[in-house]
């Protein structure tokens, strides 16, 4: 599991900022990386 690149996480924050606040907090107390695979469609 490497960090994501750029291009992935702006498709990651479109997904996010369709998500409740509260998913939002928790996608970045994981630190991210993890959760975006879970996140991601």
């Known amino acids: 599991m ?3 690149p750029p ?3 702006q498709s ?3 997904v ?3 998500s ?3 998913q939002v907090l ?3 107390s994981r ?5 975006m695979k879970t ?3």
Request: overall charge positive; charged content about 10%.
């Open 20 to 22: 409740h606040p509260c």
């Open 31 to 35: 630190g991210g990386g993890t959760a």
């Open 2 to 4: 490497k960090a994501a």
């Open 39 to 41: 996140q991601k469609i």
């Open 16 to 18: 996010v900022s369709c």
């Open 26 to 28: 928790w996608f970045f």
């Open 12 to 14: 990651m924050v479109s």
């Open 7 to 9: 291009g992935d996480l």
